[in-house]
């Protein structure tokens, strides 16, 4: 397999010559965000909605993007045709730069890097997965950056017992998952976390796709809540819709994907085989 080519510093570059220094805030001190989309059809999903997104970001930490919109589209689009992979995985950083004393910000970096794209194992999309919940929260969750300390710390203490993602609780209300957001059904409605939660785009595509068939809900919910709701899912760049059997020892649907899941699934999948949301 030939090497990916990644965009650094002006310069496409292959990915083993993609070099920052290690004063860097974002090596230092995390001082950087990101934001990560996915090809169909050789087209990047909502390219617009990500560059949007990574700009938001940016602007609530007080980071410069050294790039317009339209050149990182540009930048996105030729790596694409320069890797020639069927499908990608881009992701598409911004640091702080390189700090003369750890704190003070640099000329922020722009790295955007091009991958086959992630597969998801198909068995979990008809078994379900598992998910654990923990008391804490992500730090500026309006913002994508790369501050995934506890994330990392959490899922790799409960990947070995089964669980696929965990959920945040915060003065014990359902916010997000550590990379997904989360969403419930009771009878004909869809219910979601409305606060302190990063605005996934799959989270949105899903909003305006269902509410062809379920009233939709953004609000506050309690955790005590899941006991009575009857389907569960989290949604994601790259797990798309993906169906939750149970949370901690609370099972959903007697531990089967949903029927209603399985129409969010379909709607969600419908869409994208639509190509209506292909930018010209």
């Not at 995934?148 to 945040?168: D, H, R, S, W």
């Amino acid at each position: 397999m030939e090497i990916p080519i990644y965009f650094l510093k002006d310069k496409f570059v292959e990915k083993n010559k993609a070099l920052i220094s290690v004063n860097d805030l974002g090596l230092l001190r995390a001082y950087a965000v990101f934001d990560y989309l996915k090809t169909y059809f050789g087209e990047p999903f909502h390219l617009s909605d990500h560059i949007e997104r990574l700009f938001n970001s940016a602007n609530y930490i007080g980071l410069t993007i050294p790039k317009s919109r339209e050149e990182i589209k540009f930048i996105v689009k030729e790596l694409l045709k320069i890797n020639k992979f069927q499908e990608s995985s881009i992701r598409i950083i911004v640091t702080g730069g390189d700090s003369p004393d750890g704190k003070k910000k640099g000329d922020p970096n722009l790295i955007v890097t091009c991958e086959p794209r992630n597969e998801i194992d198909k068995n979990l999309y008809l078994n379900g997965v598992k998910v654990k919940s923990v008391n804490d929260y992500r730090e500026a969750p309006v913002a994508k950056t790369i501050n995934y300390t506890m994330a990392i710390k959490y899922l790799n203490e409960f990947y070995p017992q089964g669980y696929f993602e965990v959920l945040y609780i915060h003065n014990f209300k359902i916010t997000e998952c550590t990379s997904s957001n989360i969403f419930f059904i009771k009878d004909k409605k869809l219910i979601t976390p409305k606060d302190e939660l990063l605005p996934g785009i799959t989270r949105k595509v899903v909003i305006k796709q269902a509410s062809k068939e379920f009233d939709v809900e953004e609000r506050e919910i309690h955790f005590h809540e899941i006991y009575d709701f009857d389907e569960c899912f989290i949604t994601s760049t790259d797990k798309e819709v993906l169906p939750v059997i149970s949370i901690d020892n609370h099972t959903f649907n007697k531990g089967k994907v949903g029927e209603k899941t399985k129409l969010v699934m379909k709607l969600f999948h419908d869409y994208v085989e639509s190509g209506i949301w292909i930018e010209k």
